[in-house]
């Protein structure tokens, strides 16, 4: 199992441009996340899906958009990048059933600068 | 919603002594407790978890322990190595809802060889 992957790895975006950062996991998790993380600080929660065809906003959503249309995919987009996106974005995928948490399994982040 | 508090947010230790990692949490619903570790520039990745009825677990040399009464719990690495250096996180995943889990804020710990 490649587990979670992520593409790119790096990007730098100039103000106002648009991009997608892929998500695939290949674990038939049900649970799909995607977190930014800021220079020497914590995750963030922006989106998060709880199965194909399902999202919801987390904690930081402003700025960007998801969607699930299949179970192992899980991309988010960035429309008119700004400086304050500068960040690493992780996704991750996890098993939840009938109020189980189970661990989340982290993407290698994707790293993007905007310029 | 939940919320967990970690700390300290810096430890610093020699080589050979242990280190203690404290995080409370405020849902009393909350029933899985999971230890991320995360290396400069790497994924967080799990390094050890708990559930809501067991009171301690252990990996050779790092263990958590729960406290559902007071609602805490805690990672000990003991005889810590260079290669322990590292931020660490918790988290606490609530029963029901969403089971979106909450993480702490981090701990960055340095161990000096």
């Known amino acids: 199992n490649a587990g979670v992957t992520q593409t790119p790895k790096f990007r730098i975006l100039k103000i106002g441009q648009s991009m997608t950062l892929q998500c695939t996991q290949d674990m038939n998790h049900n649970y799909m996340y995607w977190y930014r993380q800021d220079p020497g600080m914590g995750l963030k929660l922006i989106y998060y899906?709880?199965?194909?065809?399902?999202?919801d906003k987390g904690e930081v959503p402003n700025g960007y958009n998801v969607s699930r249309s299949t179970t192992e995919d899980f991309p988010l987009r960035l429309e008119l990048a700004a400086p304050s996106q500068t960040s690493v974005y992780f996704c991750?995928?996890?098993?939840?059933?009938?109020?189980?948490?189970?661990?989340?399994?982290f993407g290698p982040g994707t790293r993007l600068l905007v310029l | 919603g939940e919320n967990v508090e970690q700390h300290p947010s810096t430890l610093s230790v020699q080589e050979g002594d242990s280190a203690v990692i404290k995080c409370t949490y405020s849902d009393s619903a909350s029933n899985y407790f999971p230890w991320y570790k995360q290396e400069l520039g790497k994924r967080p990745q799990l390094i050890i978890d708990i559930r809501s009825n067991v009171g301690e677990k252990k990996d050779q040399r790092i263990a958590v322990t729960l406290n559902k009464t007071a609602k805490h719990f805690s990672l000990h690495i003991t005889e810590t190595q260079p290669e322990d250096s590292a931020v660490y996180f918790c988290?606490?995943?609530?029963?029901?809802?969403?089971?979106?889990?909450?993480f702490g804020r981090g701990t960055s710990l340095i161990v000096h060889p």
């Open positions: 991750a995928s996890s098993y939840a059933i009938a109020g189980v948490g189970e661990t989340q399994y």
């Open positions: 899906s709880v199965g194909a065809g399902i999202t």
């Open positions: 988290a606490a995943n609530p029963l029901g809802g969403s089971y979106i889990p909450t």
